[in-house]
């Protein structure tokens, strides 16, 4: 016990100040920043500190979460996010006349960038598709490898199920606070006095899933592929197809009906789950 408190204490304090300084660089260069490519240097950081924390508190026990599953976790990160997703975005369309675009050609300029050359539309959404794809797989392993890998059950093993699964879910989302304050993450327009808390319900929501699955798996690859496909299907296949005056209050991540959605399975799934995955302590393995 005084180890994972050590190895919680150490892991929250270097991943914490490395991407606060990332996070400053972001919000002082801004757009340039961006175009860099910075937020996949900041979402790489939850996994290497883990590495390098998990070596030193943890040798060679595998504490990253790195372990086969059930193919049935490999079925259910890709229905969840659809159910969530697919109902509320499915729902907007139809109250909001005039929100379904039907097409995925906003999509085409991804293309240009990765062939440089123009390419004819249907070919442009196909290449943009399955490159953004394992890009979202990237980005999503460095988060999750930190967070719900070895974070969450460190958590786990010091304060309990139910205590790991809040404190996870505030780092998470402390994590993302500035550049969501900067208007980094979302538009700038966006109302800040419903962005924070719509946002930080989004993340104790999409949280509770996301340790529920790794948990249940005792894999962190569910969680990954989870995230992943959440990124994947809202930003780069549902947001392509809705016309975007006014659709952030509604859908998306910050979305009232996305949220309330989340919100549901969410709670559905911890209720569900509790008594069988986390009571039996299964993620407290190092």
């Not at 009906?257 to 190092?286: C, D, M, P, Y």
Request: proline share 4%; with cysteine.
């Amino acid at each position: 016990m005084q180890n994972d408190r050590k190895a919680l204490n150490t892991y929250l304090a270097v991943v914490m100040t490395v991407s606060f300084a990332i996070e400053a660089v972001w919000i002082y260069f801004g757009e340039a920043a961006t175009q860099a490519g910075i937020s996949t240097l900041l979402m790489m950081v939850p996994w290497v500190v883990a590495a390098i924390v998990g070596r030193v508190f943890y040798k060679k026990q595998g504490a990253l979460g790195f372990r086969r599953c059930k193919a049935i976790f490999c079925l259910l990160p890709v229905l969840i996010p659809l159910v969530y997703l697919g109902l509320s975005y499915g729902l907007y369309w139809i109250l909001a006349k005039g929100s379904f675009t039907g097409s995925l050609s906003v999509l085409a300029d991804y293309a240009s960038v990765f062939s440089g050359r123009a390419l004819p539309e249907h070919t442009a959404v196909v290449i943009a598709l399955i490159v953004m794809l394992p890009i979202t797989m990237v980005t999503a392993l460095g988060e999750e490898a930190g967070w719900r890998g070895f974070m969450y059950p460190v958590m786990q093993r010091v304060w309990g199920y139910k205590k790991a699964c809040l404190a996870s879910s505030i780092v998470w989302a402390l994590w993302h606070l500035p550049i969501v304050l900067a208007g980094l993450y979302y538009p700038p327009s966006t109302n800040l006095f419903y962005l924070v808390p719509a946002f930080c319900v989004e993340i104790l929501a999409l949280s509770m899933i996301l340790t529920c699955i790794r948990t249940a798996s005792n894999s962190v690859w569910p969680a990954v592929l989870l995230h992943a496909l959440h990124n994947y299907f809202d930003q780069i296949v549902f947001q392509s197809l809705t016309r975007a005056d006014g659709s952030i209050y509604f859908v998306g991540e910050i979305g009232i009906i996305t949220l309330a959605f989340t919100v549901f399975l969410a709670a559905l799934i911890f209720v569900r789950s509790r008594k069988s995955v986390f009571e039996n302590g299964q993620t407290g393995q190092a």
